[in-house]
């Protein structure tokens, strides 16, 4: 399997290779999803997908791995991520292991402001209605971001399974 640093490196390159297909292809793109459009959801689109090839990796189903080392001592919250799941099993699924992170991440999120609220009468308004004021599309972008370095990470791991 190819070592945390070989996925993050793949995923660089890869994101490298796409930025310049971007800049090659930079005017039809532009004028279908229009300029100040493209650039806003591209922007979340490489914020999402930097997140995801650091922080949110498929290999956070392991306890000592690197997406897992960068989350500092934060990485305690992702303890029962990794042991509920098996190592390369749900979590190593396309779009589908992706979704699971996101969801774990939106809990831990909700729990920790639920926390607070209750400790420190912060008056943070947790509910759904809120999420009716979220731009469709960049959650949309968001998810493509997170979901891409995965689908890289994954081909990697298929494709040198006998490398170490
Ligand atoms: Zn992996």
Same mark, same amino acid.
């Given at each position: 399997m190819p070592s945390g640093k070989t996925h993050t490196r793949i995923d660089l390159l890869l994101l490298l290779i796409l930025g310049g297909a971007v800049g090659y292809f930079w005017s039809p793109l532009t004028d279908y999803f229009g300029r100040d459009e493209f650039v806003e959801y591209g922007s979340v689109f490489v914020v999402a997908y930097l997140f995801g090839t650091f922080?949110? !990796?498929? %290999? $956070? %189903?392991?306890?000592? !791995?690197d997406p897992m080392r960068n989350w500092g001592v934060l990485r305690l919250l992702w303890r029962p991520y990794a042991n509920l799941f098996k190592h390369r099993g749900l979590s190593h699924i396309p779009i589908l292991g992706t979704l699971t992170r996101v969801v774990y991440i939106l809990l831990l999120v909700y729990v920790v402001c639920a926390v607070a609220n209750a400790l420190? %009468? $912060?008056?943070?308004e947790l509910s759904l209605k809120n999420i009716n004021g979220i731009d469709q599309r960049a959650i949309l972008w968001g998810l493509c971001g997170l979901c891409l370095p995965d689908l890289f990470h994954i081909l990697a791991d298929r494709l040198f399974k006998n490398a170490r």
């Open positions: 922080l949110l !990796s498929p %290999d $956070m %189903d392991l306890n000592t !791995s420190f %009468d $912060m008056g943070w």
